[in-house]
Structures are given as C-alpha cells and as structure tokens.
C-alpha cells in the first residue's frame, strides 16, 4: 500500500484593515486548501466571501485549540493541507495557533508562514522610535494592580516596548503608563493602522494622554502602543576609577566578586562592568 504523503499547515496572515494588502498568494493558498482553520469562522467567512475564496472553514480558537489540534494533525498526516488564518493580521502573534503548530513541528508536518500584514511592525515602522531592539509585550493585564506591576518591571528595559491594547482600557492604561513610567518618557500611539481613520500620535506620555483624553474618537478603534526604552547609563572615567579604587581596598577582606558587588552598589555601577574593569587591571 502506497505511504500517504502529509499535507502542509500554512499559517496565512490577512488583512489588519486595508483589504488591498491581501497578498495574492495569500489569496491562493486559502483558495487551493482542504480546509481553512479560522480564529472566529463568521468573520472571516465575510473576508474570504469579498475575495470569492469557497472553501471548508472551521473554528480554531483560544478555547479550543488543544482539543481540536489533535484532529488537525490528523488530517494533516493523511494529506490534507489545512491553511491557519486569525480575525486579522498574522496568525500566532497574541492570536491562537502556537499548540497546532508546535504539535505540527513534533510531528514532523511542514509548515509554511507566509508573510504579510502585522500590526506590530507596521507601527513600528512608522514611529519614529528605535527599531534595531525591541521586545513585544502583547496585552497588559486588565487588572489594575497587576498592570502596573508588569509596568513597573519594564521601568528600566532599554529597548522599545510595544504593547497592544483596546478601546475600554486605553485611558486606564495611558494613566498607568504615566504614573509608572513618568510623564516625559516618550511614546508613540498608533491607532485604527491601515484603516480610514489611521492616526498616530507621538510625543511625551503625559502629551499624548492628554491628546487621547480630550478627544473621544481617540479612544475607538485598535491600538497599538510604543514607549522608548530607558536611557541606558553610561559610567564615566572618572566614576570608574573611583569605583575600581574602592574594589581595590575591599578586595583585601573580600572576593573579587563580592567586592566588585559592594563596590557597585556604592557607586551606582553595573556590577559586571565593574567585575570586568577589575580582571583589565589584574592583566595589565
């Protein structure tokens, strides 16, 4: 009997807004598959009806994806190939997906991303902030408390934070930003991307909490947010060799390493720079 050949799990990303970025061979790939795995089935029924795409469509979502991924690998594994698509944008990026595909990969199944629409880089492309670094925070959490707890742990995170957030906890979220992370750290807040209503607003948080509160229509819609990363402290000569003279003196009752530490704690140093300053000298 003839081995079936397994088919390909293509993750597909659609549209965040502007139905002109459907790539074509986005288009192609949810046209020529089994099936289509959709993050909510009425809403993308209405995409893939625009584009005249017919095709078998299913719900695969944050409820049930662990239970529904073992009958997709199935089909899979019998040939089928079976495209992944999300509500919009890039299926995997704080959408459901990261079961199906990690059990595809365990499996031995190809997968196919294809690339395309995504929040997240679009509107880092357009911010103006830096874009070499960055680390995506996703959703902060609905709970207060617990939002600028997360908050509080990024205070000295130095590359760019992106987060995503909605309508209802926008201002909320604007004022835990401020309080936690100060009025004058610069932000970038990108809302409705690709859309008609496409804005971003830039500036301090404290200028663009006021932008957002003064104005109801920059409350609706889809946001992304971006906070610069903190200014990153640069120790000087002259801090250096006070605090390699204080290592010095500790190291005749203590470690290197722990004297390196206390003397770091002293100066307001970075331990390691000072840990490593102080084995340059021992070699010279």
Do not use: W
């Amino acid at each position: 009997m003839p081995q079936t050949t397994s088919g390909i799990l293509y993750i597909v990303p659609t549209p965040i807004g502007n139905l002109g970025d459907f790539s074509t061979r986005a288009q192609q790939v949810l046209s020529d598959v089994a099936a289509i795995a959709a993050e909510d089935t009425r809403h993308s029924r209405q995409l893939l009806q625009q584009f005249a795409i017919q095709n078998d469509v299913f719900a695969l979502h944050e409820h049930n994806e662990r239970e529904r991924a073992g009958k997709v690998i199935e089909r899979l594994t019998n040939g089928d190939s079976i495209a992944l698509i999300s509500d919009a944008g890039t299926p995997l990026i704080s959408d459901p997906g990261y079961v199906l595909v990690q059990q595809c990969r365990a499996a031995g199944i190809k997968v196919v991303a294809l690339p395309g629409p995504c929040a997240i880089t679009t509107a880092l492309s357009g911010a103006g902030l830096p874009t070499d670094r960055f680390t995506f925070e996703g959703f902060l959490p609905a709970k207060p408390q617990q939002r600028r707890k997360t908050l509080s742990a990024l205070l000295d995170e130095p590359r760019t934070m992106v987060f995503y957030e909605s309508p209802h906890r926008i201002l909320h979220t604007l004022n835990d930003l401020h309080d936690v992370m100060g009025a004058e750290r610069t932000m970038v807040l990108a809302r409705e991307l690709t859309k008609q209503f496409e804005t971003y607003l830039s500036g301090s948080i404290a200028e663009v909490l006021d932008q957002v509160a003064a104005d109801s229509n920059q409350q609706r819609g889809e946001f992304v947010l971006m906070l610069a990363g903190a200014p990153v402290q640069e120790e000087s000569a002259a801090d250096d060799l006070a605090a390699l003279r204080t290592v010095q003196l500790l190291r005749e009752h203590l470690p290197l390493k722990k004297a390196a530490g206390c003397a770091a704690e002293i100066h307001g140093v970075r331990k390691n720079h000072l840990y490593q300053l102080a084995l340059d000298a021992d070699n010279t």
